[in-house]
């Protein structure tokens, strides 16, 4: 029930209403407005991320199945930002997900690289060891890794389960 009228606590409300309410319930100013704050960086955190994971993983479907040759440059662009970067980022932000506090965009850059690494090498094992490695099944086995990182996430955060 908290949680339900915490999540419900901005929806329709201005800010200055919603601290009213929370100074009502017992809470400090203080604590008022750290929570509606906290709130608010929840609801507007992953949408960046997440459209950028989900307009690349569509576009790269879209061209591998297509198969045509004059994209092959665009394929070969988004494929190497996805593997290289995309993967590692969002399982870094499903791992961490208030990374913004806790890293630089230095640090964030080379810790998703990292991760980008080891989780497709991972993927490219396990591949080897059960279907076998194929342009079609390693790609499609990149873009559920990424898919399933990047929804957790979101569902983590749209939950407020921080």
């Given amino acids: 029930m908290k949680q339900e009228t915490q999540s419900n606590l901005m929806e329709g409300k201005t800010v200055e209403d919603a601290v009213q309410t929370l100074t009502k319930r017992g809470m400090s100013k203080s604590d008022a407005i750290?929570?509606?704050?906290?709130?608010?960086?929840?609801?507007?955190?992953?949408?960046?991320?997440?459209?950028?994971?989900?307009?690349?993983?569509?576009?790269?479907?879209l061209i591998l199945y297509l198969n045509i040759p004059d994209l092959s440059f665009i394929k070969m662009v988004i494929g190497g930002i996805f593997v290289i970067f995309l993967a590692g980022y969002n399982l870094l932000q499903l791992l961490y997900v208030r990374s913004d506090r806790l890293f630089n965009g230095l640090e964030k850059l080379s810790l998703s690289l990292g991760l980008?690494?080891?989780?497709?090498?991972?993927?490219?094992?396990?591949?080897?060891?059960?279907?076998?490695?194929?342009?079609y099944s390693a790609t499609l086995s990149v873009v559920i890794f990424v898919e399933l990182m990047s929804i957790m996430r979101y569902e983590l955060v749209r939950r407020n389960e921080l």
Avoid at 40 to 60: G, P
Avoid at 116 to 135: A, E, K, P, R
């Fill in 116 to 135: 980008g690494f080891v989780s497709v090498s991972l993927i490219g094992l396990l591949l080897d060891f059960t279907v076998g490695i194929s342009l």
């Fill in 34 to 61: 750290d929570t509606i704050r906290r709130q608010y960086e929840v609801q507007t955190s992953f949408t960046a991320s997440f459209l950028m994971t989900q307009i690349s993983s569509a576009i790269l479907i």
